[in-house]
């Protein structure tokens, strides 16, 4: 496990090495563009056009999640801002963000750019070990969330739970719930094997077959869990039910060849129930 760490180690460093001689050049010439971070060493939340993707992300935020301007939105594991940034054109300045990550890299650059021109989005680095990610850190099975409850009307996981393993997505499910106002809503994407997923799998692309099964969760490389993780489809129905959500709806993704999909991911959206009268 130590030497695969440590070729995963070198093989980054290459990589980044490479990348920020592309940045260099993009530097150079003119065309970097100041709001978004470099375009290959720090863009650590996956491959495609950075500001694309945001912007399409935001747009299932508005549409298929609810997001308000005003609200107060959580964002969970927010990388490097790749949805903060166009939500800093869609909020209103009377709403509030917070996001957190475990890449210290990430947040350090958003408290730099995007704070500063938006004070009401606020970075916030969660020390919690992974796999894929961060060597160091507490369990993410059982890490609280840095707020009070009942403070965010909006929370959303985009590529989150994809890389977390059972017990952390209980975890964090009940978190996001425990944060959530009465009426809040959660918007988190998913890999949800269900049995359209189950008969395609076999056939699909090697980086999303999940071959190794263990239990209800299926891992792309159980020498680096959370390097992809799949779940079974009834088992997150019965955590989100846990966590104290009172209602779902779930819009299918395209990543196991299912027709129409809204997205690549799966999109669950949850709702938290309205406080008693």
């Given amino acids: 496990m130590g030497t695969k760490w440590l070729r995963r180690r070198v093989r980054r460093a290459l990589d980044y090495l490479a990348a920020a001689h592309i940045d260099f050049r993009l530097w150079l010439t003119g065309k970097a563009d100041p709001e978004i971070p470099p375009l290959r060493r720090l863009q650590f939340v996956g491959a495609g056009d950075f500001r694309a993707i945001g912007e399409e992300l935001l747009n299932l935020l508005v549409h298929h999640g609810g997001l308000r301007r005003t609200d107060r939105v959580l964002d969970i594991g927010c990388g490097i801002g790749r949805v903060a940034i166009p939500m800093t054109r869609y909020l209103e300045p009377s709403a509030t963000y917070d996001g957190f990550d475990i890449v210290k890299s990430g947040i350090d650059w958003c408290r730099k750019h995007v704070t500063p021109r938006h004070p009401n989005f606020r970075f916030h680095l969660a020390e919690v070990r992974s796999s894929e990610y961060r060597s160091r850190g507490a369990d993410a099975s059982g890490f609280r969330f840095p707020f009070a409850g009942d403070a965010f009307d909006f929370a959303f996981a985009t590529s989150l739970?994809?890389?977390?393993?059972?017990?952390?997505?209980?975890?964090?499910?009940?978190?996001?719930?425990?944060?959530?106002?009465?009426?809040?809503?959660?918007?988190?994407?998913?890999?949800?094997?269900?049995?359209?997923?189950?008969?395609?799998?076999?056939?699909?692309?090697?980086?999303?077959?999940?071959?190794?099964?263990?239990?209800?969760?299926?891992?792309?490389?159980?020498?680096?869990?959370?390097?992809?993780?799949?779940?079974?489809?009834?088992?997150?129905?019965?955590?989100?039910?846990?966590?104290?959500?009172?209602?779902?709806?779930?819009?299918?993704?395209?990543?196991?060849?299912?027709?129409?999909?809204?997205?690549?991911?799966?999109?669950v959206v949850c709702t938290k129930g309205e406080a008693p009268r």
């Fill in 161 to 267: 739970f994809t890389h977390l393993l059972l017990a952390e997505t209980r975890q964090y499910l009940r978190e996001s719930c425990r944060v959530l106002a009465p009426g809040g809503r959660l918007f988190a994407t998913f890999f949800l094997i269900d049995d359209f997923a189950k008969e395609a799998l076999p056939t699909r692309d090697p980086r999303f077959r999940f071959a190794h099964v263990d239990g209800p969760q299926r891992l792309a490389n159980p020498d680096n869990p959370a390097a992809g993780v799949a779940l079974d489809l009834d088992t997150v129905l019965a955590l989100i039910r846990e966590a104290g959500f009172t209602a779902h709806e779930i819009h299918y993704g395209q990543w196991s060849g299912r027709p129409g999909g809204v997205t690549f991911q799966d999109v």
